[in-house]
């Protein structure tokens, strides 16, 4: 069976310091995996997928995430905080052997300080 | 269309109610899938379709919910006698093709439903 634990509800960094967003999945098999932005009243948007090619995946607007087979990860990183990066980000996996459903993590939010 | 459309934006009905929430997946998309959100959490997947066969439907709640897309495009997610329990952000997502773990799910912005 597949989860995902997101490890902070809530993270604040300063503009221009590093950003971390922690997540642990567990899965049967060889999930895909990605991290979705939500901005207030926007819908979901993609940041980011890794799909058994190479385990640093770079997504859109700075952001990258790396799998760690071995530790069960696949943390979110940005090297410098922007203002816009305020919103909340999910870490959701899927497995190719229950179809298409994709279960997501509780959620992580992210204020950016000035 | 460009992306996935939902409607309405926003719904506020009275308990004991039906709604009929309705998405309009990206053109072209195999499988549609309707997710429920509460304050503070992340969605829960509700159920889903390739083209128009509804593969699983696990997590509708009870049976009050059910979904339905009967030409393999548009899908209409209903309520019936809807409760306050119900209140939360219902998301609808499509992606390109059915099955396999490479595909991306594309979402909607979502119908917030209020019962009061």
């Known amino acids: 069976a597949q989860s995902v634990t997101q490890l902070d509800s809530h993270v604040s960094v300063s503009e221009g310091t590093p950003v971390l967003l922690r997540c642990n999945y567990s899965?049967?098999?060889?999930?895909?995996l990605f991290w979705y932005v939500q901005h207030p009243n926007k819908g979901l948007q993609l940041l980011l997928k890794?799909?058994?090619?190479?385990?640093l995946v770079k997504g859109i607007n700075g952001f990258e995430a790396e799998f760690k087979k071995s530790e069960t990860s696949f943390h979110l990183t940005k090297p410098s905080a922007h203002m816009s990066d305020a919103a909340e980000y999910f870490c959701?996996?899927?497995?190719?052997?229950?179809?298409?459903?994709?279960?997501f993590g509780t959620g992580t939010s992210l204020t950016v300080i000035p | 269309g460009a992306g996935v459309s939902q409607s309405p934006r926003y719904k506020v009905t009275k308990r004991g109610q039906d709604v009929a929430l309705r998405c309009d997946p990206i053109?072209?998309?195999?499988?549609l899938y309707w997710y429920r959100q509460a304050l503070g959490q992340g969605p829960e997947f509700l159920t889903y379709?390739?083209?128009?066969?509804?593969?699983?439907k696990s997590g509708l709640p009870n049976d009050r919910f059910s979904a339905e897309r009967p030409e393999g495009s548009i899908s209409t997610l209903t309520i019936q006698r809807t409760e306050q329990r119900d209140s939360a952000m219902y998301r609808c997502?499509?992606?390109?093709?059915?099955?396999?773990?490479?595909?991306?799910?594309?979402f909607g912005q979502g119908t917030r439903l209020t019962v009061v």
């Open positions: 997502a499509s992606s390109l093709v059915g099955g396999g773990a490479n595909t991306e799910a594309f």
């Open positions: 379709f390739n083209y128009e066969a509804q593969q699983d």
């Open positions: 053109s072209g998309h195999v499988s």
């Open positions: 890794y799909t058994s090619a190479a385990t």
């Open positions: 899965s049967s098999y060889s999930p895909s």
């Open positions: 959701v996996v899927s497995e190719s052997n229950t179809g298409n459903q994709f279960y």
